[in-house]
């Protein structure tokens, strides 16, 4: 089975050619120039831009267009569980008319047109907007704040099944604590196939992480918003973008920062210490998630593959249980592997219905 992936980020497009969801036949990263980009007022007036970028490189790299699915990662949707859904009219119009904006939010509709031109099926799966929170996890202290789940859920998921597989088990028979390493952090508790408690990693709670602020006392946030020396947007940035080791550091380059911590340089040990500190100390609450019945805590993401940092999180979390690494991840070889589960009936497609969610979430 030809399956074709689209990943769309920021200033990127990641394309790639698997079949049967395992073999990788060919894999492109088409880039998108800043002064290009800019030209664009919203991210939606993309989509005929990146449409005619993916066609020209595989027409550029011979590949005969013709796939038994298209799928790409997921939007910010509503929030919906986890699984595979088919792009469909529901699913359109909630990527269009996102209440963020993300360029993540174009691959379903590169998918769904791609797909049309040689009459497969076009899907995402495990967008970032996944949640199966339990009630105690959804409800703050303000009616007006609910948690909001926001993580790495593509890559966490994936991650979680290979896992179990190795060990012969399945992923809905256990409970891992998923640890996602980079630009945000994420710490989720995957209870039986379910994320029954995460952190809002775009822009929440949580650790604080290379480029995100994370958790912080509240009073004193309030105090900033209102003190008249920064803009609602400024603030903003703050939180998601120049929060973390950019604002403490001014940089977000993790091995060079764990590298002169490891030499004992301050301030950047101090930072980078109390950052994987935040991340323990997040794993220690979804051990309560999980009632202390947890099978291993993978740490997974960019990070994951700096000793520096491994080291100290397991210090931390060791005791609770066995500490498994999968450094980096693989997004499009989880987007495939999902295409190539429904194509094979080993997972039926999710029905998208944010409001059935949104009542059952009440």
Request: with cysteine; net charge negative; glycine share 10%.
């Amino acid at each position: 089975m030809r399956i074709f992936v689209i990943n769309p980020g920021s200033t990127s497009t990641k394309l790639a050619l698997y079949t049967d969801g395992e073999t990788l036949l060919w894999k492109h990263t088409v880039s998108h120039p800043a002064d290009e980009i800019s030209a664009f007022a919203h991210i939606n007036d993309q989509f005929e831009y990146r449409m005619r970028a993916m066609y020209d490189v595989i027409a550029e790299a011979g590949i005969d267009p013709e796939f038994d699915a298209v799928v790409a990662r997921g939007g910010l949707l509503q929030p919906t569980p986890g699984g595979v859904y088919l792009v469909d009219e529901a699913v359109r119009n909630d990527l269009i008319n996102s209440r963020m904006e993300h360029a993540c939010n174009l691959g379903g509709l590169m998918a769904e047109e791609l797909a049309a031109s040689c009459g497969c099926p076009a899907m995402i799966a495990d967008p970032e907007v996944v949640d199966e929170l339990m009630p105690e996890a959804r409800i703050t202290g303000l009616p007006e704040l609910p948690h909001i789940s926001i993580f790495h859920a593509l890559n966490s998921k994936a991650v979680s099944r290979r896992y179990a597989e190795s060990v012969g088990r399945r992923y809905e028979d256990m409970n891992l604590i998923i640890v996602h390493l980079g630009g945000g952090i994420s710490v989720g508790a995957h209870c039986h196939g379910k994320v029954i408690d995460v952190n809002n990693a775009l822009a929440g709670d949580g650790p604080f992480s290379p480029e995100r602020a994370g958790t912080l006392p509240s009073d004193q946030l309030v105090e900033l918003c209102f003190s008249g020396d920064y803009s609602r947007r400024e603030v903003k940035k703050m939180l998601n973008g120049r929060g973390g080791l950019a604002a403490w550091l001014g940089t977000t380059d993790v091995a060079d920062v764990a590298a002169r911590a490891e030499r004992g340089e301050q301030p950047y040990k101090k930072v980078l210490d109390a950052m994987l500190y935040s991340v323990a100390r997040e794993v220690g609450a979804r051990a309560v998630a999980l009632r202390g019945k947890t099978d291993a805590i993978i740490l997974t993401g960019g990070i994951a593959h700096n000793d520096y940092c491994v080291n100290t999180i397991r210090g931390w979390v060791d005791w609770i249980a066995p500490v498994e690494v999968r450094a980096g991840e693989d997004e499009l070889g989880s987007l495939a592997d999902n295409a190539y589960r429904y194509l094979t009936g080993s997972v039926k497609a999710m029905t998208y219905d944010p409001a059935a969610t949104a009542r059952q979430n009440r």
